[in-house]
């Protein structure tokens, strides 16, 4: 009787390449099979027995715990504990080409994720008037060593920032009482949008106005607004005349039923209407936010798709988030 062979966590047989060594894939031109006997156990109780179970196999030096892996991958078993096998023999045959060992993998699509995230830090200046965060150590590395066996060492930071922080998200609760906060924010709202950019960097005036979106269609999407803005990001000039969204396009989007609305600017409003109308018409209308982006020349106009996730906080209206894109093929 053979020890059983351990493999690991439980695991979903479609994850690729699980717990199986890369030096066990098949050697096509050296076809080998496997018969043995396997007992498996599972973590949630119960078990399962296979008598003369014939697998392909890469060749002679496969290892029982290898094997098992290959076996409990072919098969598609979850929750499994443990896999002991038993009377194995090698069988030098031609591959059946069934197997998880001897199936070919089709190559991973090709996808590029692009940063859209200022980063936050010590003394940084967001907004213009609002305190800039605090990072400071709760537990240093050095204090940890007190607390743990030799040689284990951690660190515990704390930050203290307003919410209106780097890149950040604002929900509907942000403008109006009663409605949702960043914890009741639904995950589909800001979470693998398609997206769209809107190029208006060259565009002479401050305003990004309605005809400047009138060519798009925006339904659904996650409305990106490129006004290259993002280049004062640190400047005092970042807060000075910086381009804003008009109440007449801010209706738009929301009469279009645009699913989100993002720039790369100070404010999506013009800092000098203190009745902040595109705030006031995309919340209404639960459109979230997302201010201050970075990066948008780094995306196709379509094509891509936007996150911007916040932590679910209850009674916030605004949050952090690392906003990014996928672009695939």
Request: one cysteine or more; proline letters at 8%; hydrophobic letters at 40%.
């Amino acid at each position: 009787m053979n020890p059983a062979a351990s493999i690991g966590p439980a695991y979903r047989a479609t994850d690729s390449r699980c717990a199986i060594p890369p030096f066990i894939m098949p050697a096509m031109n050296d076809p080998w099979r496997a018969q043995f006997d396997a007992e498996v156990t599972f973590q949630n109780g119960g078990g399962l027995q296979a008598h003369e179970f014939r697998l392909d196999i890469p060749g002679t030096d496969i290892s029982d715990e290898a094997l098992g892996a290959l076996f409990v991958r072919e098969l598609g078993l979850l929750m499994v504990e443990s896999v002991r096998i038993t009377h194995k023999r090698l069988l030098r045959e031609p591959h059946k080409g069934t197997s998880a060992a001897s199936r070919p993998e089709s190559p991973p699509p090709t996808r590029q994720w692009v940063e859209l995230s200022h980063v936050v830090h010590h003394g940084m200046v967001t907004y213009p008037g609002l305190p800039a965060p605090e990072l400071t150590d709760h537990m240093t590395r050095e204090d940890s060593r007190a607390r743990y066996a030799e040689g284990a060492t951690f660190h515990i930071g704390r930050i203290s920032m307003v919410s209106n922080t780097g890149t950040y998200l604002d929900t509907p609760f942000h403008r109006f009482d009663g409605r949702p906060d960043l914890a009741a924010l639904p995950l589909s709202s800001v979470a693998d949008l398609e997206g769209l950019v809107i190029r208006v960097q060259d565009s002479r005036s401050r305003s990004v106005d309605l005809n400047l979106l009138l060519p798009f269609d925006v339904r659904g999407r996650a409305v990106l607004l490129h006004t290259g803005w993002d280049r004062h990001w640190g400047t005092a000039q970042y807060g000075v005349d910086a381009p804003f969204l008009t109440r007449d396009a801010a209706a738009w989007l929301a009469e279009q039923g645009a699913a989100l609305v993002g720039i790369d600017s100070v404010n999506i409003d013009d800092m000098g209407d203190k009745s902040r109308p595109a705030h006031t018409l995309l919340l209404a209308a639960s459109i979230p936010i997302v201010e201050h982006l970075r990066g948008l020349e780094q995306l196709p106009p379509q094509g891509f798709r936007f996150s911007a996730p916040p932590v679910r906080v209850q009674g916030m209206g605004t949050f952090p988030v690392r906003a990014y894109a996928v672009i695939s093929g």
